[in-house]
């Protein structure tokens, strides 16, 4: 994977932890500096460790599936990316206004990184170097969730629904990628 692509890779998993964090930012009275950096680190945290895991299963199951591997990788990031684009199209314009806890934030980024754990899956099929896209995945899902969560009270929940579509858009460029790649349709 080149560096670009994994710079695109971590940004679209971010998104949908930003959607979230821009949520959880309009929901706060007026979130700290500090506050945001946790949220983001919760987020962050989570969202590196769950493509690990699914690069583990996809390892395990891939002398099973090589021939389809680079099919099977091109399905799961358009599906994933499908879902994020239908999701943010569907959100609920409501603010619920609640106490913020570590569990339900917890909840929230483990709900948010399964597309992640998904796509881990997906690289075990791909020469990738999990470690370094994990890393690039936290670290970039850390940012924006920090950053959603400060931009929160001011934008509202409107501002997550157009990032967790391009994000969602740009799975779905990915996964196209990956299938002209392996195919040798434009090489």
Known sequence: MTPVALLFLAFSM???AFAASISKGAELARPRFRHAVGIGLVFGVIEAITPVLGWAAGMASQRFVQAWDHWIAFALLCAIGAHMV???LKKEERIAHRRQTFWLLVLTATATSLD?????ASLAFIDVDIVATSLAIGLATTLMASIGTVLGHRLGRWAGHWAEMIGGVVLIGIGCVVL???TGVLG
């Open 86 to 88: 239908h999701a943010g």
């Open 14 to 16: 971010s998104a949908d």
């Open 180 to 182: 002209i790649e392996h």
């Open 116 to 120: 992640a754990m998904a796509v881990g």
